[in-house]
């Protein structure tokens, strides 16, 4: 990056007030929930990386305090003191409590960058009962403090010092946020994921409330994250490939490695900002990969001239990716700023990636064959899924239905309206038949576990009656054919034994719906039921408990243990009659419903390969690192 650039009073520009924020919070941070509250650490984070993408910033410390206060500390240039030209003030108070202001709007402060386009350090300020900024610079130590977005005190130098940087300190408002209380796990994934897409920045990270400091530091940058999310998998080749390009103001960086599964997984980002609907970028790596891989095939024989071209999917099988672009003007799509449109960004990833990958592949004639090896096994695959998917493809009504047998069906055709329980059993699943309400919800029984689809091509996956039996039931299709709009039930609840088996059941059916029906999880269509674990009866009176917790509070408020008192443990759904089973666990008024969210698809897709993968020391890792958090392992 280019080291001249000015970064003085004259390059914030300034465009509204900060009145609103408070007001409308999750205009600017998304929610006040958690999610909300943890966007606070990144938008103040961003901008110390923005520095270090501007060329003046090594090192990032981030600590989060005992009392849910957070101090980010960088030892970039400082913000600007002096007074700005058209405020009238000083800069860095113009940074903290204007809205808008910032070095992002062309007034060139930075070249590229992440964040909110210069929202970031005044939301934190608006929603913040107490904010201190510290500003090393030139020489002085300069301080300035602020409350839920106003100044109490004007800028003074207190001091001087040899430091550069920024000390930005600020504790979240309880007025405004539902609960305080930072996750250290939240939090590392991404400050790991920063430290990744810009090697050599070193982050420091420490929670003092869980007692946790860790260091992120990644020389290889997205070679190592590739390594890292590729880590419990069994790779086809030893070290990732890895392709850095630049053109004109546009730097390009991907890494690259496949492994022996069965799923791809592409991460793009556009100035850290993690593009979870791809754009441009992804389109471009996407084509140029799918053409130099089939220009390859057929150079060396490994295609026929009369055979057809491998599919972009068959390419993609096994492949773990992550696409970088820094760019100086980005243009995201929608107000989420989760794809990226610039136009002419496709042809430049492709020309880049596609010229590099080729002198890779003719160079590697042993991890090339590997690599179209696994693809011509993949189309063979795909040809037998498509003839096997077929048979999963729900007829039109005027067709006539081709249900499962083993579903009941409810009566009402509202998708709005329905629900469909999959049950673990014959036996559970005839008590939930003749308990439910027939109006709006569905039963369709699993005999036993279903297959482990993460260990699985498509094409066996669907010769499993039961994996078909689900397809059919929810109607919408499978895979790359999955449409969100034709689910026949608003709800899918899955509902298994209280024990180790039911919890197996439920993490194979989570992971077929994760790999295969994605937009079902995303969009929060997936729930788990909550059968209770007793039931307690006295005075012939009854009473459920969910868990110990409850039990012993039930226990306390009608009197304790006695000889009048029975208690019964549920060792499976099938211990439960059919008006049991209603009242319990499937009765909208009283059912406890879990429902299944993925916050973050990186983690998502990392512990279904733990838990569902061929590597047993990560699994048992990941069991004893997880034990200790789950207080009864029947729940």
Not at 345 to 371: A, C, M
Not at 533 to 562: C, M, P, Q, S, V
Request: hydrophobic content about 35%; aromatic content about 8%.
């Amino acid at each position: 990056m280019n080291n001249s650039q000015v970064y003085d009073e004259t390059q914030i520009q300034v465009l509204e007030g900060l009145e609103a924020v408070r007001k409308r919070p999750g205009m600017y941070i998304g929610s006040t929930s958690l999610r909300g509250l943890h966007h606070l650490v990144y938008e103040i984070v961003d901008n110390s990386i923005d520095e270090a993408l501007a060329g003046y910033c090594k090192n990032i410390e981030i600590i989060v305090h005992k009392d849910n206060s957070v101090t980010v500390k960088d030892d970039g240039r400082g913000m600007p003191v002096g007074i700005h030209p058209k405020m009238q003030k000083p800069t860095v108070e113009v940074i903290m409590t204007v809205l808008h202001a910032g070095g992002k709007f062309g007034g060139g402060g930075y070249k590229v960058s992440g964040g909110l386009h210069g929202v970031g350090a005044s939301v934190v300020n608006a929603l913040s009962v107490e904010c201190i900024v510290e500003v090393a610079r030139d020489g002085k130590l300069w301080r300035q403090e602020y409350s839920r977005g106003k100044v109490l005190t004007d800028l003074e130098c207190i001091g001087e010092t040899d430091e550069h940087g920024t000390k930005t300190y600020f504790k979240p408002d309880p007025e405004i946020f539902e609960e305080i209380d930072f996750d250290y796990d939240t939090l590392a994934q991404r400050l790991r994921e920063l430290a990744f897409l810009n090697k050599g920045i070193r982050i420091m990270f420490e929670h003092e409330n869980e007692e946790k400091k860790k260091e992120f530091y990644y020389e290889g940058g997205i070679k190592s994250f590739v390594e890292y999310l590729n880590r419990n998998r069994e790779n086809l080749h030893k070290e990732p490939i890895y392709i850095e390009g630049k053109k004109n103001d546009y730097i390009v960086e991907i890494a690259l490695q496949y492994n022996d599964s069965y799923t791809e997984n592409i991460f793009s980002f556009a100035n850290n900002i993690d593009t979870v609907e791809g754009g441009t970028h992804l389109s471009g790596f996407k084509s140029a990969l799918t053409r130099v891989l089939n220009d390859y095939a057929k150079k060396f024989g490994f295609l026929k001239e009369n055979d057809k071209n491998l599919s972009g999917d068959d390419i993609r099988e096994g492949l773990t990716a992550v696409i970088s672009i820094k760019l100086t003007d980005p243009q995201f799509e929608g107000q989420t700023k989760t794809k990226l449109g610039n136009s002419e960004v496709r042809g430049i990833v492709d020309s880049i990636f596609s010229e590099e990958l080729s002198s890779f592949l003719q160079e590697n004639p042993q991890i090339s064959k590997t690599i179209i090896n696994k693809a011509l096994n993949a189309a063979r695959a795909r040809e037998a899924a498509r003839k096997a998917r077929e048979l999963t493809r729900r007829k039109s009504v005027l067709e006539g239905t081709s249900l499962p047998g083993k579903l009941a069906d409810c009566s009402s055709k509202n998708p709005e309206e329905c629900e469909i329980y999959i049950v673990e059993g014959d036996s559970a699943g005839g008590s939930a038949k003749q308990g439910r309400n027939r109006k709006f919800q569905a039963i369709l029984p699993l005999r036993g576990k279903i297959m482990n689809i993460e260990k699985q091509r498509l094409d066996k996956i669907l010769s499993s009656e039961q994996i078909r039996a689900l397809i059919t039931a929810i109607g919408a299709g499978i895979g790359k054919d999955f449409e969100i709009d034709k689910i026949r039930y608003n709800r899918i609840i899955i509902m298994t034994d209280a024990d180790v088996d039911g919890a197996h059941i439920t993490t194979l059916l989570l992971t077929f719906f994760y790999r295969y029906m994605k937009e079902i999880v995303e969009k929060g269509h997936i729930y788990i039921a909550q059968p209770p674990l007793y039931k307690i009866f006295k005075n012939k009176k009854e009473y459920y408990a969910y868990d110990d917790k409850e039990l012993n509070k039930i226990l306390n408020e009608i009197g304790g243990k006695d000889n009048k008192t029975q208690i019964q443990r549920y060792k499976g759904l099938g211990e439960m009659d059919a008006e049991q089973l209603w009242e319990t666990t499937m009765n909208p008024e009283n059912r406890i419903l879990l429902r299944v969210t993925v916050e973050d698809a990186m983690a998502a897709d990392e512990i279904f390969t733990i838990l569902m993968g061929d590597k047993v020391e990560p699994r048992r890792e990941f069991i004893q690192e997880n034990a200790k958090k789950v207080q009864n392992l029947d729940v």
